[in-house]
């Protein structure tokens, strides 16, 4: 790689005339100014035109000996941070840390660990949960740049960056693996030589040289290095995939973790498949990644997957996969067991059942008199000839899954989910009946984490962290570590009321505590002329309540609206261009977490109640199981109170952004009063007047 071997050289700009010169150089080509200056990178010129908010940090001119990689002045407890970071991962240890807004966690995160892995010659693997937050660790390493030579990467899926694909009709619908196979068709014709092979791809080897040196001058966001790919004829994907083992940071999203297939892809491509001791991972919002855990090794079977299945059966001409039963009567019998399950199991008017048996396996084994190994065979003879089907069907030109691959895979990890880290259950909703495996003890990241010789973990809400680390099993003893917002703690208020509450019990014992509600969100409202995000905890409360609200409030009012993701955001783009609006939302919701509302986008906020997830099936199970594995009452906790706290804590922390930021947060529920501490929350018995008299 010549911009590799060539020392990732970085040009110089003329402090005169701001013209860009070849390294070495002793004058200004363009104006004669002498170079005699220290040198200057092309992201440090970049940075420094580039207008400058209010509230962003001061770039430095040096490096400082505490923090070689810390391209700012520090500020507050930063060279705490990195400092701690850098310790706990020398000792080879995870380190686990709640920091608060504007310890720039993304930065000090870099800094700390660029020092560690430049020492030791390991790869650092940035997991962000969005593209914009990769998007800030393209904007920080370009800033570290200006003091020391880096090199970074932001990948995407392949879903986001193929652009010979990008147009055709479902494409946006894709699953990965099939355009995993159409993308490797495609490549192999090119290898090959043959007609029909991917123009982009072909270019990749001529043009992988200007790529490097594209990426090391401007460190480009995903989207930005996808365009000028696509420019100059090539694939993002594989260009990306061939320069990320050259790099020194790799942003990627958290799937690229938690998923093996990908991660074994992504070990592969750093060269990192035999030595993961190798790799270093800083995880960005890690109160995410449990859920995401679980979620990754989640999955249902519903009636359409089946009968789809079925009727695929018709194209194959029903071949044998046991014994003498053709594929189309095995997958039947599946859909007739997953009916029987309904039928015996849910009684009139339940839409769940837990089934703590294998009785869909036991029923298929009776049924063609075979075992347990013979039963889990057949299952794999189906997935066979479903990915036969899937191969078949690419070569023709439909680019889509064979329904009986799909199914088969589904069956197979229906089989693998008998264990007690998986909540089994028959479900029914207005689609009809389905299978429901829900991952409750989420292993398969554990393995990986703890063969790492050290993590960086890091929130704005982790609290209570041991908690974090259990349900992770992180082992070899994680540090733990909390600093404070460096904000002036004056700037931002918390209140909650004590005479309304959203508890359901206590609603329906008082008729008219929702009303009471709903006439106090329309005071505060009217009380303030401030942007106002009003967070409800159920998107049903919402619609219960906005009847009333649409008639009372006197200003401009914008929804967040469930399942429409585009909708929402024209609404929220709407708001932030106002000044005094409001915005209805609910916490844990797309808008609570992740979207900045710096200065006056954002300046108050109403919290309707407490919000503890929902009672579930697979609720009770993960309740029990911390009980039994931390201690009586773990389990709440756990599964209840953390998470509605980390929620309610996210919803006031989109308040204070900058040091210049001044906000307010309500909340309308009297049961706040147990979480005074972690909330910093007082009461109030006048909060309209409390909040006029704070923006005043």
């Not at 997991?127 to 880096?150: C, F, H, N």
């Amino acid at each position: 790689m010549g911009f590799i071997l060539g020392g990732l050289m970085q040009g110089l700009f003329c402090d005169k005339c701001k013209s860009l010169m070849p390294p070495g150089s002793e004058r200004c080509r363009v104006c004669g100014n002498p170079m005699d200056g220290a040198p200057v990178s092309t992201q440090s010129c970049l940075t420094d035109l580039t207008p400058k908010r209010k509230s962003e940090p001061e770039l430095a001119t040096e490096s400082v000996a505490e923090a070689p990689f810390l391209p700012y002045k520090p500020r507050g407890c930063q060279i705490d941070i990195i400092t701690d970071i850098r310790n706990a991962l020398d000792e080879g240890r995870h380190i686990i840390i709640e920091s608060g807004t504007g310890t720039g966690k993304t930065i000090v995160s870099l800094a700390a660990s660029l020092e560690h892995a430049r020492r030791r010659g390991k790869k650092i693997v940035y997991l962000t949960r969005t593209i914009s937050q990769s998007d800030q660790v393209m904007k920080e390493l370009r800033a570290i740049s200006r003091i020391q030579p880096v090199s970074g990467i932001a990948v995407t899926g392949r879903g986001k960056s193929c652009p010979l694909f990008r147009g055709t009709e479902g494409f946006e619908n894709l699953p990965p693996n099939v355009l995993s196979m159409m993308c490797e068709e495609r490549r192999n014709r090119s290898i090959r030589g043959q007609a029909g092979g991917c123009r982009y791809f072909d270019r990749v080897k001529t043009e992988l040289d200007s790529i490097g040196t594209f990426c090391q001058e401007r460190f480009p966001a995903s989207d930005e290095l996808d365009r000028h790919c696509e420019k100059i004829g090539i694939c993002p994907y594989e260009a990306k995939k061939a320069l990320m083992k050259y790099m020194d940071v790799v942003a990627v999203p958290y799937v690229h973790i938690l998923s093996d297939d990908i991660r074994n892809n992504l070990m592969a491509n750093l060269d990192l498949s035999d030595s993961p001791e190798g790799l270093l991972l800083i995880i960005d919002e890690a109160h995410n990644l449990i859920d995401a855990a679980r979620d990754q090794e989640s999955f249902v079977i519903n009636a359409r997957m089946v009968d789809s299945a079925i009727d695929e059966c018709s194209a194959i001409r029903n071949p044998t996969v046991y014994m003498d039963v053709g594929i189309k009567e095995f997958l039947t019998y599946f859909k007739n067991s997953m009916r029987a399950v309904a039928t015996e199991r849910l009684g009139l008017n339940q839409k769940e059942v837990v089934l703590e048996d294998d009785f869909i396996e036991e029923r298929m084994m009776r049924k063609f008199s075979m075992s347990r190994t013979e039963l889990e065979s057949t299952i794999s003879r189906v997935i066979d000839i479903g990915e036969s089907r899937t191969e078949a069907l690419i070569e023709h030109g439909e680019n889509r899954m064979s329904e009986i691959e799909n199914l088969g895979k589904a069956m197979d990890n229906w089989c693998s989910s008998s264990d007690k880290r998986f909540v089994r259950s028959m479900k029914i909703d207005a689609e009809g009946e389905y299978l429901s495996a829900s991952c409750i003890d989420p292993k398969n990241i554990t393995g990986f984490l703890n063969s790492l010789r050290g993590a960086v973990h890091m929130s704005g809400t982790l609290q209570p962290m041991d908690q974090y680390a259990r349900v992770l099993g992180i082992g070899g003893n994680p540090r733990f570590r909390t600093y404070p917002s460096p904000f002036p703690p004056e700037n931002k208020s918390v209140l909650y009321v004590t005479d309304l509450t959203t508890q359901q019990k206590e609603m329906q014992k008082d008729p008219t505590m929702q009303n009471r509600i709903e006439k106090q969100i329309v005071s505060l409202c009217n009380s303030v002329d401030k942007n106002t995000l009003v967070f409800f905890t159920s998107y049903n409360n919402m619609r219960t309540m906005r009847p009333y609200l649409e008639r009372h409030i006197d200003k401009p009012m914008y929804w967040e609206e469930s399942r429409n993701l585009r909708k929402t955001m024209e609404n929220l783009n709407r708001f932030r261009a106002g000044r005094n609006g409001v915005f209805f939302s609910v916490m844990g919701g797309s808008v609570a977490e992740g979207i900045d509302f710096p200065g006056d986008e954002l300046c108050f906020a109403i919290i309707v109640g407490i919000p503890y997830p929902p009672p579930t099936s697979e609720m009770k199970a993960m309740s029990e199981m911390f009980d039994s594995r931390y201690g009586q009452g773990k389990g709440w906790v756990y599964t209840s109170e953390v998470p509605a706290l980390r929620k309610m804590k996210q919803a006031i922390g989109r308040l204070i952004r900058t040091e210049t930021d001044r906000g307010m947060a309500v909340i309308l529920d009297s049961r706040a009063s147990r979480y005074v501490k972690q909330l910093d929350a007082k009461p109030t018995k006048d909060p309209a007047g409390d909040a006029a008299r704070f923006f005043r």
